[in-house]
Structures are given as structure tokens and as C-alpha cells.
């Protein structure tokens, strides 16, 4: 329950409904005790008209507006049928007004139930954007998806119906045991003796199903995962003919899924035979104690009948405790999954001192060192590189030699272990980090676009709303405008999820421009040039080289560009530098480049060298 805890505070947000929602379930409920008072006061009085009627030896206490209702029976001193009358539609009333105060309890409680799920969701969302790279790598996409929505709406089980029906069986229970006690004690006692033996089976049941929730919310997410996976991996497992391995990998999950969920089902059903149980004992005891003292009393008549509509009216709510319960066990494991990621800390955080200062100048990689923390991989070892202002730096390097977690470590998408990075002479660790990616632009190697148009898709990293112009602009810079406008409907043509209706060139020429289109100070391509051809690459190069003019670019790839001139040229090994100079300093080395320049250079770049001049 201590986990539960977490959501007080939506609970205070919304205190004003949630406290004129109890005061409706009082009053609901307040209105439903009156009515066997009323039923039992009419069946003394019936039973006095009856033939060889025993004289009343008591006089039964009623609540206080009861009492006022029976004084004014008495002073209008009806006859019979009048009095059957009066009191038929007054219980008729009571009714009414019960239900519509159950009405209002439901707007106020249940409705305030959506808003805390609204804003739980949004919670989560907004916790799950500020958590670091690292956090991804280590989480599956469909346990992140099922805390946020299977999670989510057990919780809001329990902040709208739980609560409601804890309340409405608290105060009707208080109400109904307070009124049969004021009538008769020792009736009382004997109604309520099965209530202990209840509550000890749903403690014993209650902890049995917090654990099997746990283990079936753990099991949902392994699930989802399975699922999502095979959504966004159908083309390989179509190609790779592994529809049947993969429908029997599912299977074997869902099959955990179901004997689990049976399990929990089978351990549930406990409770309302129990409670049925219970209820009919009560029912018993109230006709024969009761049944006994009528015998004696015809005052006690009204009260056994009164007993009866007592004990039906408690059916639901001591029905519901275990479902409540039920309800609050699921919501506790729900909610501790969520607080175990609400309450993880990302590891990339603004340092107290952080300045939304502007990110220009030289950039430094001073004796830097960075080990992947989920892996134990080395990624860069004692890394000294300096890049002023306006250069255009060209990184090599084998797959794994850390060119790309040099991109990374410069966006802080990571801290290094050691060393540090400064821009303009600044420790990046000193700048806001929205300031810092603001001002850097990321062509990804893994390019992602959004289910969206290529307009939006283009324009996502802008603060403001991005004109057509400025669009157009950088897919032209791209190469990619032509091939835009031969799209059904252009710049409004909606892109697939991570842009599955496009080519791989396509869709990394619209993630540069939309690199592009944030007009950066510092911007960084990743191996993004990969699946064009040698003629559009040529033509993208040469569209940039106009670009990149006064900004500070860092190409990393694999292949050498030779249409291309680079201030500098890095070769990255194992993490650390082993070869740095322009073209013609390392060609005279001899060595990686020279080797790998011999190597990659394909007859497609020859013929590009052959019509064009270098830049």
C-alpha cells in the first residue's frame, strides 16, 4: 500500500472534488439506512391491525429524521391506508434522492479518477523524455508502453471505483451497524459474528493475488515486447520465412500470460462464494434470534424485517470488499512498477550552474575516456581533438571504433568517465542542455521519421512554426525536393511509421534536412549519406559544402568522400586517435587512410572525379 502513497498528491490536486465526492456518498448512503426504518415502522403498525395482535412491550428508537417523520404520522392521526400511503412514497422519495446523489458521486469521484489518470500519463511521458540514452538500451519499448497504459489504468482503478466503493462501504456499513446496534445489541452481534472470519480470508486471498499481479503485469510487458517487436520487424521475419517460430515464440509467452491470469481468476473466485456465505449465515441468525423475540414482543417484528433490508442492503459493499480489495492489490503492484521507473534518476542532468549561453567556438576533446556502462565496452580511451571554429572535420574509422559515441558524448547523450568537452571554452557539462542540442543539429545513423507529413517530419526540431519556404530551402540543400514534389501530395504526404513508405535514401536525405533547417551552429553527420547513390551523394556534398560555409561540421562515416574538401581528417582505432591531417598530409603517411582511400574508392567516384573538379 506504501507504494500507492505516490499518487496522494493527485489526490490533493483535485481535493475539491474529492471531498464533495464523499460528502455525496455520505449522504447516498445516509438516505438508504432511513428507508428500512420506515419498512419496519410500517410492518409494526400493520401487525397491530392484524387480528389477535400482542400488545408492543417496547418502544424501537429510530434516527433523528425518522423519529420527526413518525411524530408527524402520529399528529396528522391518518387511518391505516393513508399511513401505508404516506410511507410508501416516502421510501419511493428516498430513493430518488439516494440516486441522484449516486449520480453526483459518480461525477465527482470517477471523473476525478480520468483527470489523475490524464495527468499520470502525462507524468510518465514527460519522466520518460528526460531519462538518458543508457535508460533505452536497457528497457524494452513494450514494458515502457504497458506501464504507461496497462499500469496507468489499474491505478486509475483504484483513485475512481476503489475509492468510491471503499468510501460508500464504509459509510454504509458505519451507518446500517450503528442503526441496528441503537435497535439491538445482542441481534447486532449475532448478524455481524461471520464479518471476522471474512476479513481473515481476504487478508489471507489479498496477498496471494498482490504477488500473482505483480508476475502478470511482468509477464503483460513481456508480451507487448514480443508483439511490438514483430510488428516492427515484420519485413525480416517475412523474408527470413520465421512466421512460425516467431507465432511460437508468442504462443510460449501468451501461454505464461494465461496460466498466470488463470491462476490469479481461480484465486479470486474465493471471494464471492465467501461473501455469500457470510451473508446467508447473517440472513439465518437474524430470522431465528429475531423470529424468537417477536414470539414475545410484537415490536420486534418491524425489527426483524428491518434486520433483513440491513443485511441486503450490506450484500454489495461486504461483496465489494473483496473486489476493493482486489482492485487496490492490482493498482499497489501497478504502481510500484511505475514508481520504479518515476523514481529513476537520469544519469544526464543540467548541472546547478547551468547557463543558456550561445554554443559557438572551438570545440575541444580534452584527454577524453568513455566505457559504456550497460556493456563494459571501451569506447574512447584518452581522446585529444580540437576543432576551431568553422572547420569541416572528416572522422574514420573501422565499425566500433567510436566515431559515433564521439557524436553522442558531444550532444551529451552520455558523460564521459573521463575527461571533458568544451565549446567556446566551456565545459559542456556548464551549458543548459536543451541550449546545447538547440544549437547542434544530428543526422543519425539509425534514421528515424515520424508517422507524420515530410513537411512536419522536416520542421520537427524547430521551436517555432517553419514556413513552406524554409521547408523547400532545406529540402533542396538535401536533394531531396524533386523527389518530394513526385509524391501524391508533396510536402503533405504522410510518411509510414519510421518512414517505412520511403526508400533508405529518401529518408536520409529528409533527416538532413531536417538537420538542416534549424540553421545550427555545430552540426554532426553520421554515416547518413549510406544509401544513396554516388551521384545524389555527390550532389548532397556539393549542396552542403555551400551550407556549411561559416558552421562547424563533423562528418563521420566509413568511406572516404573525395569531392569534398576537410580542414582535418581523423582515423579512429579502438577509440583513440592513430592518424590526423588533411587529404594530402595523410595521403604522404601512407598508412589507414592512404590504404583505405585505394581501397573505397569505387569506379562510381571515379567517374565523379572525372566530370567534376574537387571542391
Known amino acids: 500500500m506504501k507504494q500507492l502513497s505516490a499518487i496522494n498528491s493527485f489526490f490533493w490536486k483535485y481535493r475539491t472534488r474529492f471531498f464533495v465526492g464523499i460528502i455525496f456518498v455520505i449522504g447516498a448512503n445516509y438516505f438508504a439506512v432511513l428507508t428500512p426504518q ?85 507524468q510518465i511521458f514527460q519522466h520518460y523524455q528526460k531519462l538518458d540514452t543508457n535508460f533505452y538500451k536497457t528497457n524494452t519499448t513494450g514494458d515502457l508502453m504497458n506501464r504507461m497504459s496497462e499500469d496507468v489504468s489499474r491505478v486509475r482503478m483504484y483513485t475512481g471505483p476503489a475509492v468510491m466503493y471503499l468510501i460508500n462501504l464504509v459509510a454504509l456499513i458505519g451507518f446500517s451497524v450503528v442503526s441496528m446496534l441503537r435497535k439491538d445489541v445482542t441481534l447486532t452481534l449475532y448478524v455481524l459474528a461471520p464479518l471476522p472470519i471474512l476479513a481473515i480470508t481476504i487478508y489471507l486471498v489479498n496477498s496471494v493475488i498482490n504477488k500473482k499481479s505483480e508476475r502478470i503485469q511482468a509477464l503483460l510487458s513481456d508480451l507487448t515486447s514480443n508483439a511490438q517487436e514483430s510488428y516492427s520487424g515484420i519485413r525480416v521475419i517475412k523474408s527470413f520465412v520465421q512466421e512460425k517460430a516467431m507465432l511460437g515464440f508468442f504462443k510460449k509467452n501468451s501461454e505464461s500470460y494465461r496460466a498466470q491470469a488463470v491462476g490469479l481468476a481461480k484465486v479470486e473466485a474465493i471471494y464471492f462464494p465467501s461473501m455469500a456465505l457470510m451473508i446467508g449465515l447473517s440472513t439465518l441468525f437474524t430470522i431465528c434470534i429475531g423470529g424468537i423475540q417477536a414470539l414475545h ?9 428491518e434486520f433483513v433490508i440491513y443485511i441486503n442492503m450490506l450484500t454489495f459493499p461486504v461483496s465489494a470488499i473483496g473486489w476493493t480489495a482486489s482492485m487496490i492489490q492490482r493498482a499497489a503492484a501497478s504502481q510500484k512498477r511505475l514508481n520504479e521507473f518515476l523514481e529513476t534518476e537520469p544519469t544526464i542532468q543540467n548541472s546547478k550552474h547551468a547557463v543558456k549561453s550561445d554554443v559557438t567556438g572551438d570545440i575541444y576533446f580534452n584527454k577524453l575516456s568513455f566505457t559504456y556502462p550497460h556493456t563494459g565496452i571501451k569506447a574512447i580511451q584518452h581522446l585529444d581533438l580540437k576543432i576551431e571554429k568553422g572547420n569541416k572535420v572528416l572522422v574514420l574509422g573501422r565499425t566500433g571504433s567510436g566515431k559515433s559515441t564521439l557524436a553522442q558524448l558531444l ?50 526540431g524547430m521551436s517555432k512554426q517553419a514556413s513552406t519556404e524554409m521547408v523547400e530551402k532545406a529540402a533542396k540543400f538535401s536533394s531531396v525536393h524533386e523527389e518530394i514534389l513526385g509524391f501524391d501530395k508533396g510536402y503533405d504526404t504522410m510518411i509510414g511509421e519510421r518512414g517505412v513508405t520511403l526508400s533508405g535514401g529518401q529518408k536520409q536525405r529528409i533527416s538532413i534536412a531536417r538537420a ?35 558552421k562547424t561540421a563533423i562528418i563521420i562515416t566509413h568511406r572516404i568522400f573525395s569531392t569534398f574538401r576537410f580542414d582535418a581528417i581523423i582515423v579512429l582505432e579502438n577509440g583513440a586517435i592513430i592518424e590526423k591531417g588533411t587529404h594530402e598530409e595523410l595521403m604522404l603517411l601512407n598508412g589507414y587512410y592512404a590504404e583505405l582511400y585505394r581501397v573505397q574508392l569505387t569506379e562510381q567516384d571515379k567517374e565523379i572525379t572525372e566530370i567534376s573538379p574537387q571542391i
Request: charged residues 20%; proline residues 3%; aromatic residues 10%.
Open 38 to 122: 420506515i419498512t419496519g415502522f410500517v410492518v409494526n403498525q400493520v401487525q397491530l391491525h392484524l387480528p389477535g395482535a400482542k400488545p408492543v412491550l417496547s418502544k424501537p428508537v429510530h434516527d433523528w429524521a425518522v423519529a420527526w417523520f413518525i411524530h408527524q404520522i402520529e399528529v396528522g392521526n391518518f387511518d391505516f391506508g393513508s399511513l401505508v400511503a404516506i410511507c410508501s412514497v416516502t421510501i419511493l422519495l428516498l430513493a430518488i434522492i439516494r440516486g441522484i446523489l449516486m449520480f453526483f458521486m459518480r461525477q465527482t469521484i470517477i471523473v476525478m479518477s480520468r483527470h489523475i489518470e490524464f495527468d499520470q500519463k502525462n
Open 297 to 305: 414482543d410484537s415490536s420486534k417484528i418491524g425489527l426483524v424485517v
Open 411 to 460: 550532444l551529451r547523450f552520455y558523460d564521459p568517465q573521463e575527461g571533458e568537452i568544451r565549446i567556446g571554452g566551456k565545459n559542456i557539462k556548464e551549458i543548459d542542455l536543451n541550449t546545447l542540442r538547440e544549437k547542434i543539429s544530428y543526422v543519425q545513423q539509425d534514421v528515424f521519421l515520424f508517422s507524420d507529413t515530410v513537411t512536419d517530419n522536416i520542421s520537427f
Open 516 to 550: 538542416l533547417i534549424k540553421d545550427p551552429e555545430i552540426i554532426v553527420f553520421d554515416d547518413c549519406l549510406s544509401a544513396v547513390d554516388a551521384k545524389t551523394e555527390y550532389r548532397i556534398l556539393t549542396n552542403l559544402y555551400t551550407y556549411l560555409k561559416e
